[in-house]
């Protein structure tokens, strides 16, 4: 069963817009909520990341939001520039065990 | 170059051959995870190690796949007997401890044909 569950697959927003991706779990065990950004041909890199006790963290242009009793939580990238197009992959993790979203490939048109 | 370093990069192996996956943890860090990528996929998890231990192996297919972590010397995933269904990206990722972030390696992309 899919225990993360991501959307959209695809986006394609202006620059300067703001991107917005969101995700779903399902085991109310988790207790971390990484997000990776990936380029073609590398590998995953930590972009954030937040536990469940805290509803928002921000760092820079980008900016999770938790809603614990939804099993939600976003991703948004405020200002977003061409070098942002990537894919995102939201997470779960339980005892160092990652569980990964399907990504969303991330398009900023210039 | 202190980040995970994995090789080689690019790996081609014919059906029932051996693949070889190696992963040079960043400096500074013992524990070790290996993570599969499917096209158009995220990653899935497949086994946690630690020097000398394996700690979760519960997304390691049953047959043909195995993984270390030696004393000394980088971090071995092994695939005995390739079949075309083997071919992906194999990541891996290493952390200070339980409960510290994970970093991740470039990946070995695996063909097989």
């Known amino acids: 069963q899919q225990q993360v569950k991501q959307s959209p697959q695809s986006l394609i927003v202006q620059k300067g817009g703001i991107s917005i991706i969101n995700c779903a779990y399902e085991?109310?065990?988790?207790?971390?909520f990484p997000w990776y950004q990936q380029f073609p041909g590398k590998g995953p890199a930590l972009l954030i990341a937040i536990r469940p006790d805290v509803s928002e963290k921000k760092e820079g242009r980008f900016t999770i939001s938790f809603n614990k009793s939804a099993k939600q939580f976003s991703l948004h990238i405020m200002d977003s520039q061409p070098g942002d197009s990537a894919t995102y992959f939201c997470a779960a993790d339980r005892d160092d065990k990652i569980i990964f979203g399907k990504g969303t490939r991330l398009h900023i048109l210039p | 170059n202190a980040g995970v370093m994995q090789n080689p990069r690019h790996l081609v192996r014919r059906r029932g051959q051996e693949a070889r996956l190696r992963c040079s943890p960043m400096?500074?860090?013992?524990?070790v995870y290996w993570y599969r990528q499917l096209p158009e996929e995220g990653l899935k998890f497949m086994v946690y190690l630690q020097k000398e231990n394996i700690i979760d192996e519960s997304g390691m297919p049953k047959e043909r796949f195995s993984a270390e972590f030696p004393k000394e010397g980088p971090s071995i995933l092994r695939i005995q007997q390739v079949v075309r269904g083997d071919s992906a990206a194999y990541f891996c990722?290493?952390?200070?401890?339980?409960?510290?972030?994970?970093?991740f390696g470039d990946g070995t992309r695996l063909s097989i044909l």
């Open positions: 990722a290493s952390s200070r401890g339980q409960g510290q972030p994970q970093h």
């Open positions: 085991n109310t065990a988790f207790d971390y």
């Open positions: 400096k500074g860090h013992s524990h």
